[in-house]
């Protein structure tokens, strides 16, 4: 980590309205060029984390603190206003005083080029996701939060968008927090990856990769996820309710 | 000519045949009560509207109540919407005001009106407080409504990019509630003006309220008619241009949907 913070997170304890506790203990701190990928399975609370982390969620014991000046999101849903293009959208995010940035390149880059006059309705959920991903990256943020940014893309589109969200730390010094369910992807992109687990879920597993780490380092930490956490792998798909099992540390 | 200029057409065409039916049947009655005073033929209201435009009778009284009507419709739109909005957001001010808004929805008009103008006086004042106390509880309840559907997730995304009150509100408040806005805007500019009526009638010295109950002293159905229609007729041409094209222009995104 280089730098002070942009994000430091303790939740001690999150309850659902039911009382029900959903995470418990999870720390993270993320420091300027980081990309975190939050892996864990469906259900497990990685967008309940993403929401706290954002400031949305303030009903939960413990801290956040976002040293972020401008922090991008992308929801699982694509959220965009619906009576507004896809132009006037992504400006709606810019925050006065901030040069405008080019919309037209930027649709090119997530792909969705010549998409600035589309309604929302106009477009296929995956087009719209990367509208909104468009709007995230407008900000020129220097912390994005990011939950599932792979969903409904096609692998050629994925990588592409993963080669651009790369970029971010590299040109900008910014930091990413991203949930996500491709371990061949996080471990390719990440600098850190946090295995979220159990009921309540916390911090099962946590490994840091070095920015430049080559493909045999990096597959050398992929076998050390699967083999601490299974289902990280895709192996235990869907968990609800009943408590996960995390595989024993093996020496 | 477009699918939907033919459509508009027919829909004129049979607006004027309603309109046509209408006066026919009203020459027809008013042959029927003979030449009495009991029901003048369209020609003789018109005349008597005519003369009465000329004098600058008609426009003054008319000018008095559209006045009262603009600041009180004006008025009960804001309070309303205001009020209503904090009631659809906050559960703690909806338990508060709500006894109040169902005590208020259920006071008889004529209740208000006469507390008004023993308490602040027969001055305009009491008459467009009244009508904002009589009109604005309709409007608290429909944009209360707007206010319980408004999307959660955009305020989310709204708060998750900071973005500033002016433009939340401009940007993703406001395009959710106008269609409530536009639909209690419709129904209360209607309801406003006849309360204003009722208002005039009770305690001012001038206005289409003040003309009708002269009218009905001297037992004149040729100028309550006259004065009646000639209101209504105002108001149909407000409501066509001016709420008609504001309900268009809020709900001309959705073509693209």
Not at chain 1, 204 to 210: F, K, N, P, R, S
Not at chain 2, 153 to 165: I, N, Q, V, W
Not at chain 2, 192 to 204: A, M, P, S, Y
Request: without cysteine; hydrophobic residues 55%.
């Amino acid at each position: 980590m280089r730098g002070a913070p942009m994000l430091e997170a303790h939740i001690a304890a999150k309850r659902a309205p039911s009382g029900e506790a959903l995470l418990r203990d999870i720390r993270l701190t993320v420091g300027p060029g980081e990309i975190v990928a939050l892996l864990g399975p469906s259900g497990v609370g990685k967008t309940t984390t993403l929401r706290i982390l954002l400031g949305l969620d303030r009903d939960f014991e413990g801290s956040v603190r976002r040293a972020a000046t401008r922090t991008g999101a992308l929801f699982q849903e694509p959220r965009l206003l619906p009576w507004r293009d896809v132009r006037d959208n992504i400006r709606l995010a810019i925050p006065r005083g901030q040069p405008m940035p080019d919309i037209a390149a930027l649709l090119d880059e997530v792909g969705l080029p010549g998409g600035e006059t589309l309604y929302p309705a106009q477009l296929s959920l995956g087009m719209a996701r990367r509208a909104a991903l468009a709007r995230a990256l407008a900000i020129a943020p220097d912390l994005l939060i990011l939950d599932e940014p792979f969903a409904s893309l096609d692998p050629a589109m994925a990588e592409r968008i993963a080669t651009r969200l790369a970029r971010l730390p590299r040109e900008r010094g910014a930091a990413l927090v991203m949930a996500m369910h491709d371990l061949d992807r996080a471990v390719a992109l990440a600098t850190r990856i946090v295995i979220l687990a159990g009921r309540p879920a916390s911090v099962a597993y946590q490994v840091e990769i070095a920015a430049h780490a080559d493909d045999a380092e990096r597959a050398s930490v992929r076998a050390d996820v699967i083999r601490r956490s299974p289902f990280a792998a895709g192996s235990i798909p869907d968990v609800h309710g009943d408590a996960v099992a995390v595989a024993p540390a093996q020496g | 000519m477009g699918r939907a200029e033919r459509r508009a057409a027919t829909g004129t065409f049979y607006r004027l045949i309603g309109i046509a039916g209408f006066v026919a049947l009203w020459f027809l009655a008013a042959h029927r009560a003979g030449p009495g005073p009991l029901l003048p033929s369209p020609l003789q209201v018109a005349s008597f509207a005519w003369r009465e435009i000329i004098d600058g009778d008609l426009p003054r009284q008319m000018g008095a109540t559209l006045a009262r009507v603009a600041i009180a419709f004006t008025l009960s739109m804001a309070a309303g919407t205001a009020i209503g909005y904090a009631m659809g957001r906050s559960r703690r001010i909806n338990a508060f005001a709500d006894p109040l808004l169902v005590l208020a929805l259920n006071l008889p008009l004529l209740v208000i009106v006469i507390l008004a103008y023993i308490w602040i006086g027969l001055n305009d004042l009491a008459a467009v407080l009244a009508v904002v106390v009589a009109k604005a509880p309709t409007v608290v309840v429909t944009i209360r409504e707007g206010a319980r559907a408004l999307d959660p997730e955009l305020d989310e995304m709204a708060a998750a990019f900071r973005l500033p009150p002016l433009r939340r509100l401009r940007a993703v408040i406001l395009p959710q509630l106008a269609s409530y806005l536009v639909a209690s805007g419709r129904s209360g500019l209607s309801i406003t003006w006849k309360i204003v009526l009722v208002v005039e009638l009770l305690g001012r010295s001038d206005g289409v309220g003040f003309a009708l109950n002269l009218y009905f002293q001297n037992f004149d159905v040729t100028g309550i008619i006259a004065y009646g229609l000639a209101f209504a007729l105002v108001m149909l041409v407000v409501e066509n241009l001016l709420l008609q094209p504001l309900e268009r222009r809020a709900n001309a995104w959705r073509a693209h949907a």
